[in-house]
């Protein structure tokens, strides 16, 4: 198993310019997750897909939107990218169980890179 | 939201010595996880508390989950350079439905 995907590893973007990071796990996990991390702010909730065919607004939406396109792939979209969009973004996946127990444990994939000039 | 006070945000020690950092809600949580993040990587789960009062180990990890359900603490004893790293506390609220993620703490390990 890869585990949680991500692409693509680094991007410079132009401010205004759109993009979309792709997400992929191969877990058959229920529930997946946008995060942003920036210096000393920890990891930060974009947006959230509880199941497949929902989502969900997390800390810090504006400026994104996502899609959960099937239970795999989760893809979040900057539609006029901003300086304050420069960060590290990481998509992360959860299990509905494990073993017997409802599980809070996330799996994260390696991140992108996000520079906004 | 939900803020998460970990401390300490860096620590420098010496490889040998024994690690400890903690993490502080204003709010009672169910769940308390640690992650470990590379340089360069993504955030790797190292321990998951479930009960108020467990105590868990994964090899010379150790946490626990504080009894006031506050709190969680992260030891790790006889360091190694392959410890640097960054370090997250992350939990679930009773009442909520998502995880709420620590600042971190900066370890770096000197030979």
């Known amino acids: 198993n890869a585990g949680v995907t991500q692409t693509p590893k680094f991007q410079v973007l132009k401010t205004g310019q759109s993009m979309t990071l792709q997400c992929a796990q191969d877990m058959n996990h229920n529930s997946m997750y946008w995060y942003r991390q920036d210096p000393g702010m920890g990891l930060r909730l974009i947006y959230y897909s509880a199941s497949e065919g929902t989502t969900d607004k997390g800390e810090v939406p504006n400026g994104y939107n996502v899609s959960r396109l099937n239970k795999r792939e989760f893809s979040l979209r900057l539609e006029s990218a901003a300086p304050s969009q420069t960060s590290v973004y990481f998509c992360?996946?959860?299990?509905?169980?494990?073993?017997?127990?409802?599980?809070?444990?996330?799996?994260f994939g390696p991140g992108t890179r996000l520079t906004v000039l | 939201g939900q803020q998460l006070n970990q401390s300490p945000q860096s620590m420098f020690i010496q490889e040998g010595e024994d690690v400890s950092m903690n993490c502080t809600s204003s709010s009672i949580f169910n769940t308390w996880l640690w992650y470990k993040q590379d340089p360069g990587e993504g955030p790797v789960l190292l321990i998951a508390l479930y009960k108020a009062g467990e105590l868990t180990s994964n090899g010379r990890l150790t946490a626990q989950f504080g009894i006031t359900r506050k709190d969680s603490f992260l030891n790790i004893s006889a360091s190694i350079p392959s410890d640097v790293g960054i370090y997250f506390c992350?939990?679930?609220?009773?009442?909520?439905?998502?995880?709420?993620f620590g600042e971190g703490t900066q370890l770096t390990v000197n030979p």
């Open positions: 992350a939990g679930r609220e009773t009442s909520g439905s998502r995880l709420t």
């Open positions: 992360a996946s959860r299990p509905l169980h494990s073993g017997r127990l409802v599980t809070d444990t996330q799996y």
